[in-house]
């Protein structure tokens, strides 16, 4: 397999929701060291961290990591992505967001492989166990076709399961929110504006369904808790605590 990829971690101190989560601590370790040496163990490429802040470039550079500042006038996580890439010639771009503390290195091999299947872009889904996860908005759900091809990505719970469907077992996916680009796709996608779907669910990824590009989701059977709020530390300290 041709894994000609550079694994990019935006790693935004000002998030809206929990400024200063990458630097957070799951069991004395901060949320993007534990990103940093998940994207590390994939073995797809040399990782960078990518960040606007001076305080996220010093943590990185304490742990061994590499490191770049980009501009705080960075709307989303992927146009920081782009930035940190321009100075590299890999193929492929891979948008390893620092709030997944809990990525599996066959997580990312399956979306690769994926992509690498006919998809402008790849990402993973997993079903949904915990049914609190169902109606929470920070959870973002994935409907696909039987191709594994993304047709839609919500905060709101999807596909609805209607009562008389007969499909009473069928699961809902999480998404687990990063994306492997080619550059071309990446390049595509950073040109694109913002489009209406994408601002009303506040879900970059709708950008790309809307301009016709395509989302390939590996499903894989579990996903870790992405660090989205203060309380999400409290779910990652439990899935640790249950051997994941």
């Known amino acids: 397999m041709d894994k000609n990829c550079l694994i990019v971690i935006p790693a935004r101190y000002n998030s809206q929701r929990f400024p200063g989560k990458v ?11 534990w990103c940093h040496e998940a994207a590390v163990k994939s ?21 061994g990591a590499d490191a ?10 992927t146009d920081r992505v782009y930035e940190a890439s321009k100075g590299s010639k890999k193929k492929f771009i891979i948008n390893f967001q620092g709030d997944e503390p809990f990525m599996r290195a066959e997580t990312l091999l399956a979306a690769f492989k994926q992509m690498r299947a006919g998809f402008d872009i790849g990402t993973a889904c997993a079903p949904i166990m915990d049914k609190t996860d169902i109606a929470n908005p920070n ?25 008389l469907s ?22 595509r996608f950073v040109r694109l504006k913002p489009s209406p779907l994408e601002l009303l669910e506040r879900l970059e990824q ?7 590009m395509t989302i390939g989701v590996a499903s894989v ?4 808790p992405a660090i989205d709020t203060p309380a999400d530390l409290k779910a990652a300290e439990k899935f640790i605590k249950n051997g994941n």
């Open 23 to 33: 630097l957070a601590k799951i069991r004395g370790k901060a949320v993007l060291q």
């Open 43 to 63: 073995g797809l490429g040399p990782v960078l961290i990518a960040t606007e802040d001076r305080r996220v470039l010093e943590f990185a550079k304490s742990i």
């Open 68 to 77: 770049v500042m980009t501009s705080a006038r960075c709307v989303s996580g």
């Open 166 to 187: 007969g499909l009473k077992k069928s699961p809902w996916y999480k998404h687990c929110g990063f994306y492997i680009y080619k550059r071309s796709s990446l390049e």
């Open 221 to 224: 059977k579990i996903l870790g």
């Open 206 to 212: 709708l950008r790309a369904l809307e301009c016709g």
């Open 139 to 163: 959870c973002v759900k994935v409907a696909m076709n039987r191709d594994g091809r993304a047709l839609y990505f919500s905060r709101s719970p999807i596909p609805f399961h209607h009562p």
